[in-house]
């Protein structure tokens, strides 16, 4: 089922209804940008002008895009500056120069970054919440998801606060298909519901759009008469409202929900409606997607001169378009269908039709990955670049405004208050520097803390590599080392920061785990389970939960003869981050009382430092932490092994 475009539902938000190109009025605001004098009238009649391209000549955007930011740097306006940097954006992203997009939405950012810090007007939020929500598009469209959702939620975070509903229940719409490309149904409705409940307020035009995704959510998970009642709606909205090319992607949809239903008779007609739709504005993907179905219908009733004659009109049009994703879809039931006729020359030719489909779909999707990546790493090179730009220029423009602030009160009360004034100015200064001094002193113990954990786990994993090398088990020593090396090259990334986010940790932890697997002869299991409550942007800080896995290994489940079991598990208590191990192992006490017995017996740090941790944090954060460490044992009081509970408040990136 092909997905209704969130390029074009996104920018259409963000700008006016758009004409045809040969519009009267895209004729008369030429006419009148080039008698204008003005450079900022004129930066916002060629601003109006590229919008009016959106839709129907992207070039053309472009062009305008690019004259009214020429203009807008001549009359010095944030705002149309910003606007332009936007357009040039959006007429990129129609081309499909998502690179180019990408720098353009960047730039915008970087310019209004800097001009909120001296004017926090409704104008730069709006247009700084508009270009996160832009770069949100572009790698929502890359599948880079995690960074969509990262900017998606700074937009709606600004929406929010200049109150602009429209926008922020759209963007929660554009998270929806995010969760929905990522196959998360449930998370992806809560989304769409939001997006619905702005909509309902607002009376959007839009709404149709919403409720179809909300419908085509329970009609895959077969909650047919919910999604019948939710088509039924959006039937009723398309008819209000217009929207020829979600009114056919909707009979398309009622079409699958009664072939699910077996009502075919529905089915067929319901298509047949489609394509009326498509075919009067000239769609040819959404003409393409109803013959498939079509296809599909006759294909199942064994009517199979119907079903090719559909299939073959389909496949006509996936070439047309290049959508290789159709092609290698219709060639494989066409090749289904003359393999069932009995008919071998026509089944090899589309045979090999799908598979050389299938092989350019993986070779195409190999150069996106290519491209992508190469873009982001583009993008974060940039992004840290500005991050250190927009930290330069606040602390100078902060420093710039303190100066201010003192010389004007040193200059309006100098006769007046000037002892007092002196005073004044010395306890603040003697404040601030005690509470930066205690800060910095806080950070640097939370490094060295940090710090003196890494020489252990590192010792110990050299020791192991150094031991599979001896006893020349040479492939067990390069996929320690491999592995190893991977998780030093995380430790590093995020050695500088005092919080990661968590799905960083836990891909710390799986290689960790992996590692001692490795060095302990797979003799365990590991189960690593995260809530959905969890959002993305969680965090904690890194290496906490390391030290508690190393004990359940080495002193719970090596020590037993058995195959042993680690489970680790995220959840979600109110404000805080429950993270909780439990190891089948031979169970605290016993393994304390293995260890009084050693002659050399290894003091681990990990523990206190652990406890150091928590209570700086407590101090930070000014919430209560808890460890709880217990032995699980059945009815019969026998042990089972460990439990070890850790409970955080919780943090956000």
Not at 467 to 484: C, E, M, P, R, V
Request: proline share 2%; charged share 25%.
């Amino acid at each position: 089922m092909k997905k209704l475009s969130l390029i074009v539902f996104f920018l259409c938000c963000l700008s006016s209804l758009v004409l045809g190109s040969n519009s009267p009025k895209i004729d008369s605001m030429v006419l009148l940008s080039s008698t204008e004098k003005s450079p900022a009238n004129k930066a916002k009649l060629l601003n109006q002008i590229s919008e009016e391209y959106l839709e129907t000549n992207p070039d053309k955007m472009l062009y305008y895009a690019k004259q009214s930011l020429d203009m807008s740097i001549k009359s010095k306006s944030p705002k149309y500056i910003s606007l332009s940097y936007q357009n040039i954006g959006n007429a990129n992203i129609m081309l499909g120069n998502y690179s180019e997009a990408l720098e353009s939405f960047h730039t915008a950012t970087n310019f209004l970054e800097k001009q909120i810090l001296r004017n926090k007007t409704q104008d730069i939020k709006e247009g700084l919440a508009r270009a996160y929500g832009s770069i949100g598009v572009v790698f929502s469209e890359q599948s880079n998801y995690s960074k969509a959702l990262t900017y998606y939620r700074k937009a709606i975070k600004l929406y929010e606060e200049i109150k602009n509903n429209k926008n922020t229940g759209r963007l929660y719409n554009n998270i929806g298909i995010v969760y929905l490309s990522q196959a998360k149904e449930d998370k992806a409705l809560i989304y769409f519901l939001k997006c619905l409940q702005f909509q309902k307020k607002l009376k959007d035009p839009t709404m149709g759009i919403t409720i179809t995704n909300i419908g085509n959510i329970y009609n895959h998970k077969r909650q047919f008469e919910k999604a019948k009642n939710y088509y039924n709606q959006a039937l009723w909205l398309f008819k209000k409202y217009p929207n020829p090319r979600g009114l056919g992607e909707l009979y398309n949809n009622i079409g699958l929900l009664n072939k699910s239903l077996v009502n075919i008779s529905e089915a067929k007609n319901q298509f047949e409606k489609a394509k009326v739709i498509f075919t009067s504005i000239d769609d040819k993907f959404g003409i393409s997607d109803t013959y498939f179905y079509l296809g599909e219908i006759y294909t199942d009733e064994k009517e199979y001169t119907l079903a090719i004659n559909f299939l073959q009109k389909s496949l006509n049009l996936s070439k047309e378009l290049g959508v290789l994703d159709q092609i290698k879809n219709t060639e494989l039931k066409l090749y289904e269908i003359y393999k069932i006729q009995n008919n071998p020359n026509l089944a090899l030719k589309h045979y090999v039709a799908y598979s050389t489909a299938k092989d350019s779909i993986r070779s195409e999707e190999n150069i996106r990955n290519t491209i992508q990546a190469e873009m982001n790493f583009e993008f974060d090179k940039k992004e840290l670049y500005y991050k250190k730009e927009r930290e330069k220029n606040t602390l100078i423009y902060q420093e710039k405004l303190k100066r201010n602030q003192q010389i004007s009160i040193v200059v309006g009360s100098f006769l007046l208050i000037i002892i007092g004034l002196g005073i004044i100015l010395y306890n603040r200064q003697q404040r601030t520097k005690t509470l930066n001094l205690k800060l910095e002193l806080i950070e640097y113990e939370q490094k060295a803390l940090h710090l003196q954990m890494n020489p252990h786990f590192v010792f110990n994993c050299l020791g192991s590599i150094s031991s599979f090398i001896i006893q020349n088990h040479t492939d067990d020593a390069i996929k320690y080392l491999s592995k190893f090396s991977k998780l030093m090259r995380l430790t590093l990334e995020f050695s500088k920061e005092p919080l990661i986010p968590i799905h960083k940790e836990i891909e710390s932890l799986e290689n960790y785990l992996e590692l001692e697997q490795l060095r302990f002869n797979n003799n365990f299991e590991y189960k690593i389970n995260r809530s959905e409550e969890i959002e993305d942007d969680v965090a904690l800080p890194s290496l906490l939960l390391q030290p508690f896995i190393e004990n359940s290994i080495i002193h719970g489940v090596v020590p037993k003869k058995e195959n042993g079991l680690i489970t680790i598990n995220f959840n979600v208590e109110e404000d805080y981050l429950c993270c909780e191990i439990i190891d089948n192992g031979i169970g605290i006490y016993k393994s304390q009382k293995g260890k009084e017995n050693l002659v050399n017996v290894h003091k681990s740090m990990a523990l206190s430092i652990t406890k150091k941790r928590l209570k700086m944090m407590e101090t930070i954060l000014q919430k209560e932490t808890s460890l709880t460490i217990s032995e699980v044992q059945n009815d019969n009081n026998e042990v089972l092994g460990t439990n070890v509970s850790l409970k955080i408040p919780l943090q956000y990136l």
